[in-house]
Nanobody
Framework: QVQLVESGGGLVQAGGSLRLSCAAS????????MGWFRQAPGKEREFVAT????????YYTDSVKGRFTISRDNAKNTVYLHMDSLKPEDTAVYYC??????????????????WGQGTQVTVSS
């Protein structure tokens, strides 16, 4: 059974930083791409960032480029999202997801087959 468990969310002031972690189990972590998505109240879930199985390839949505960094440690079966210069509009529940076999650079939620339960990030102005 595949499990993804996010942690690291919280309340931070605008301009601050947070690092989210997602610990994976139940599949060969290093064989799959990973992604981060977010969902704000009343909005659809949106793509934030993705990283290839090796960690070499990363891709971000435009609104977080230069502020967020996705990384992974395959020895620890963990993917991270380091968020700097946070803005109130970054407030959302953040989810990590494991890519379907062969998926790379995927931005659509349908290309991910396992999801974590989410962690709340709140940025105050």
């Amino acid at each position: 059974q595949v499990q993804l468990v996010e942690s690291g969310g919280g309340l931070v002031q605008a301009g601050g930083s947070l690092r989210l972690s997602c610990a994976a189990s139940g599949r060969t972590f290093s064989s799959y791409s990973m992604g981060w998505f977010r969902q704000a109240p009343g909005k659809e879930r949106e793509f934030v960032a993705t990283i290839s199985w090796s960690g070499v390839y990363t891709y971000y949505t435009d609104s977080v480029k230069g502020r967020f960094t996705i990384s992974r440690d395959n020895a620890k079966n963990t993917v991270y999202l380091h968020m700097d210069s946070l803005k109130p509009e970054d407030t959302a529940v953040y989810y990590c997801a494991s890519g379907r076999p062969g998926a790379r650079g995927a931005t659509a939620p349908s290309l991910y087959d396992y999801w974590g339960q989410g962690t709340q990030v709140t940025v105050s102005s």
